[in-house]
């Protein structure tokens, strides 16, 4: 089975500051990874995803994020926190094989940004 | 494109009441429908899979009788919870997928608080 572990349950960052959040997953088979912001009471939006190729996704809002095989991690980076990305990430992975579709999620990482 | 779209955004009902939750692809085919339930604090949960005319799949420990998925047609699915409870108020998320695309595509949610 598919799973996803994100380090850190909060990130407080300053406004300005480098923001990383850890996404960490074990997978059988090569996965496709996503990153998803949810504001409060709100649906999720996708920020980026891997599938193949180059390994470094750009995503919306200055966001990015590096797949590393060796290491199985998806973490997700923005240069320069904006107090509007105050909301919570959501790490996923997308199952392969016979559960073709299935999303796992990761516990979720509630981002604050300090003015 | 792909818009997904919920309704209602929230909902209150009493115990012992049957919801009807709606799941609308607004701008393609929706062959495929997920829905997740999201308690505080935690993160997306999948509770079932439906497929356009088919028999909606469960995950392990929901109840089929209690959650009713129906995706009659391509562009909607509901879910009808029954004789809700006050441990079923929670964040209801749906997602759709269209046929041959890996992507799945949130809907806003729905709030439903069981008084």
């Known amino acids: 089975a598919q799973s996803v572990t994100q380090l850190g349950s909060h990130v407080s960052v300053s406004e300005g500051a480098l923001v990383l959040l850890r996404c960490n997953y074990s997978?059988?088979?090569?996965?496709?990874l996503f990153w998803y912001v949810q504001y409060p009471n709100q649906g999720l939006q996708l920020l980026l995803k891997?599938?193949?190729?180059?390994?470094l996704v750009k995503g919306i809002n200055g966001f990015e994020a590096e797949f590393k095989k060796s290491e199985t991690s998806f973490h997700l980076t923005k240069p320069s926190a904006h107090m509007s990305d105050a909301a919570e990430y959501f790490c996923?992975?997308?199952?392969?094989?016979?559960?073709?579709?299935?999303?796992?999620f990761g516990q979720g990482t509630i981002l604050t940004v300090h003015p | 494109g792909a818009v997904v779209s919920q309704h209602p955004s929230w909902v209150i009902c009493k115990s012992g009441t049957s919801v009807k939750i709606e799941c609308r692809s607004l701008d393609f085919q929706a062959t495929t429908m997920f829905w997740y339930r999201q308690f505080p604090k935690q993160s997306l949960m999948l509770m079932a899979t439906s497929n356009e005319g088919s028999k909606a799949t469960y995950e392990q420990g929901v109840e089929k009788d209690k959650f009713l998925i129906n995706h009659a047609s391509l562009t909607l699915s509901t879910l009808t919870v029954t004789s809700a409870h006050p441990e079923d108020s929670s964040f209801y998320i749906c997602?759709?997928?269209?046929?041959?695309?890996?992507?799945?595509?949130f809907g806003p949610g729905t709030r439903l608080t069981v008084t």
């Open positions: 996923a992975v997308l199952d392969g094989g016979t559960s073709y579709g299935k999303l796992t």
């Open positions: 997602s759709a997928r269209d046929f041959g695309s890996y992507e799945q595509y």
């Open positions: 997978s059988s088979v090569p996965p496709y």
């Open positions: 891997y599938t193949t190729g180059a390994t």
